[in-house]
């Protein structure tokens, strides 16, 4: 997975909770992004940064902040977690390269009761 | 974002090619992809095609891409269980943004 680790893996909260998803890297590439997928709606992008402390909004932001202090370290909050947030999320690095690939993180798995 | 859309099933024998279609809308896409899910994992990064090209071949993979029905393919020859994945097709839209399809589902049959 690129030198990318997500945690928790797995996390069960209930609804009204305040949750954050770290995403750590060890390529120092500059671009860092959070999805969700959900069934039917293959990968909807959350939230993106282009540096430290730069980040801009993607088109599921609402529910949703992010930050980032350090090059390696992505956080996503969810700052009261509803249940229409349980989904799967992934953290994705690029780096100006040719082609502007994106690699992708294994995933955590967040289920609000 | 535009839209991209693909079909979500697929089944084939083994040892045959598989084809997986995908459309896009924004014309001005420069990049497109394919990536590969296997279950509990993360996306895969399977091949890239930039838009002024028509097709791309790597090992068992050949993308095709044909920009005036902003129409992209994927074909596996000599499909083997090991293929069993969702597939995803994105494209890049604007300085970073990847839009992704919803994902077909391949799914091979002995």
């Known amino acids: 997975d690129a030198g990318i680790t997500q945690s928790p893996r797995h996390k069960v909260t209930e609804t009204g909770t305040p949750v954050t998803l770290r995403c750590h890297q060890t390529e120092n590439h500059r671009y860092m992004y959070w999805y969700r997928q959900d069934p039917g709606h293959g990968l909807r992008l959350i939230h993106y940064s282009y540096g430290v402390k730069d980040t801009d909004k993607g088109e599921v932001s609402d529910g949703y902040s992010v930050s980032r202090s350090k090059t390696e370290d992505f956080l996503l909050t969810l700052e009261s977690a509803t249940s229409s947030q349980t989904s799967v999320y992934f953290c994705?690095?690029?780096?100006?390269?040719?082609?502007?690939?994106?690699?992708f993180g294994p995933g955590t798995r967040l289920t609000v009761t | 974002g535009e839209d991209v859309e693909q079909s979500l099933f697929l089944s084939v024998r083994e040892g045959d090619s598989s084809v997986i279609n995908c459309t896009y809308t924004d014309s001005s896409s420069t990049y497109l992809y394919w990536y590969k899910q296997e279950p509990g994992a993360g996306l895969q990064l399977l091949t890239y095609i930039f838009s002024n090209m028509d097709m791309k071949q790597d090992q068992r993979l050949t993308v095709l891409l044909n920009k005036k029905d902003k129409h992209l393919s994927l074909r596996i020859a000599d499909t083997q269980t090991g293929d069993s994945a969702i597939y995803f097709c994105a494209e890049k839209q604007g300085a970073q943004k990847l839009v992704f399809g919803q994902g077909t589902r391949l799914t091979i049959n002995p």
């Open positions: 994705a690095i690029s780096e100006n390269t040719v082609g502007y690939e994106q690699y």
